[in-house]
T-cell receptor, first 114, second 114 residues
Framework: AQTVTQSQPEMSVQEAETVTLSCTYD???????LFWYKQPPSRQMILVIR??????QNATENRFSVNFQKAAKSFSLKISDSQLGDTAMYFC???????????FGQGTRLTINP | GAGVSQSPRYKVTKRGQDVALRCDPI?????LYWYRQALGQGPEFLTY????????KSGLPNDRFSAERPEGSISTLTIQRTEQRDSAMYRC????????????FGSGTQLSVL
């Protein structure tokens, strides 16, 4: 079964610092998608960044970037110059091709302190 | 509409009652997904549709749960004879194609069973 593991239940950093959230996954698929979603206190699900497994280049979206290590099945999220508005729950997710499902990790609660 | 719309936003019901949760996807979106998210957990897959066809319902917890999308647009998730353990956030998502290139989540329905 495909699983997604986020080993850091909570993290806390000071504003303007850089923080990295970890995610590992287990899949037998060769082609799949990986995602990071942000869930603020409003409990919306906001897509932060997406990575296609067949692409070697790491995805980047402004202050957000990923470190995708396919062989290690690792997909970490780096937030640079963190802002108070980055405070949220962050979920890593992986797709199961063919089954058309997303499997989510348990989440990391990130707090940015002023 | 501009996004995925779910109603009601909040639903409080007594144990044993039936509830129907509605999802109105983005117009023209082919795929529609239902997820359930317990407090402090990541979303868990329930079921999904491509057009009006239910493709996979393996995530539905038991036969009290059912879903339909009769015209390939609006979907209803029905829970019969609700139990306290059904209390959770129920999320709908839609995508324009059957892949995961773009997936849009609704704000969810928070269900509380007393």
């Amino acid at each position: 079964a495909q699983t997604v593991t986020q080993s850091q239940p909570e993290m806390s950093v000071q504003e303007a610092e850089t923080v990295t959230l970890s995610c590992t996954y287990d899949t037998s698929e060769n082609n799949y998608y990986l995602f990071w979603y942000k869930q603020p206190p409003s409990r919306q699900m906001i897509l932060v960044i997406r990575q296609e497994a067949y692409k070697q280049q790491n995805a980047t979206e402004n202050r957000f970037s990923v470190n995708f290590q396919k062989a290690a099945k690792s997909f970490s999220l780096k937030i640079s110059d963190s802002q108070l508005g980055d405070t949220a729950m962050y979920f890593c997710a992986a797709s199961i091709q063919g089954a058309q499902k997303l499997v989510f990790g348990q989440g990391t609660r990130l707090t940015i302190n002023p | 509409g501009a996004g995925v719309s779910q109603s009601p936003r909040y639903k409080v019901t007594k144990r044993g009652q039936d509830v129907a949760l509605r999802c109105d996807p983005i117009s023209g979106h082919v795929s529609l997904y239902w997820y359930r998210q317990a407090l402090g957990q990541g979303p868990e897959f329930l079921t999904y549709f491509n057009y009006e066809a239910q493709q996979d319902k393996s995530g539905l917890p038991n036969d009290r749960f059912s879903a339909e999308r009769p015209e390939g647009s609006i979907s209803t998730l029905t829970i019969q004879r609700t139990e306290q353990r059904d209390s959770a956030m129920y999320r709908c998502a839609s995508s324009p194609h059957t892949g995961f290139e773009k997936l849009f989540f609704g704000s969810g329905t928070q269900l509380s069973v007393l």
